[in-house]
């Protein structure tokens, strides 16, 4: 299992509930990061930049109430990808391998580098992802 380890803006809310990164961390947590860098690949900026009040950010990503912000020219279907990362039940989050389809879905054949990147990060979550399932079992 993996262990939580990050800067706060990139954290899942149950990650950020949880006092010590017990039992809450997981992959689901993982995808909830990808999806944070997702926003940031889209409007180039850090999470959250448009907010003055940063000490009110970690309580209100904490109940659901706030999440990173996608452009108005992103893509609909990478802005659906991002919003189903960003879910805030983790249960309710894509997998690894359904993001790794949708991606490859979207690529048009094309030889885009940074697609080529993330689709090997994201191959290396779903074997953690895989990992986890089976020690929990």
């Known amino acids: 299992m993996t262990t939580g380890v990050g800067t706060k803006?990139?954290?899942?809310?149950?990650?950020l509930r949880s006092s010590n990164g017990g039992?809450?961390?997981g992959s689901p947590a993982d995808?909830?990061?990808?999806?944070?860098?997702?926003?940031?690949?889209?409007?180039?900026e850090t999470p959250y930049a448009d907010i003055d009040d940063k000490l009110s950010i970690l309580d209100r990503v904490c109940d659901g109430t706030?999440?990173?912000?996608?452009?108005?020219t992103c893509e609909?279907?990478?802005?659906?990808?991002?919003n189903q990362c960003l879910e805030h039940?983790?249960?309710?989050?894509p997998t690894a391998d359904?993001?790794?389809?949708?991606?490859?879905a979207h690529r048009d054949g094309k030889n885009v580098p940074a697609t080529k990147g993330v689709?090997?990060?994201?191959?290396?979550?779903?074997?953690?992802?895989?990992?986890?399932?089976?020690?929990?079992?």
């Open 9 to 15: 803006f990139w954290i899942a809310p149950e990650v």
């Open 23 to 25: 039992p809450s961390y």
């Open 31 to 44: 995808i909830y990061s990808f999806g944070v860098v997702l926003t940031e690949l889209d409007t180039g």
């Open 66 to 72: 706030l999440r990173p912000k996608m452009s108005a």
């Open 76 to 82: 609909p279907w990478l802005q659906a990808l991002a």
């Open 89 to 93: 039940d983790p249960a309710k989050r």
């Open 98 to 104: 359904s993001i790794i389809a949708t991606l490859v």
């Open 119 to 137: 689709l090997t990060v994201m191959a290396s979550l779903a074997t953690i992802d895989e990992e986890d399932t089976e020690a929990q079992e």
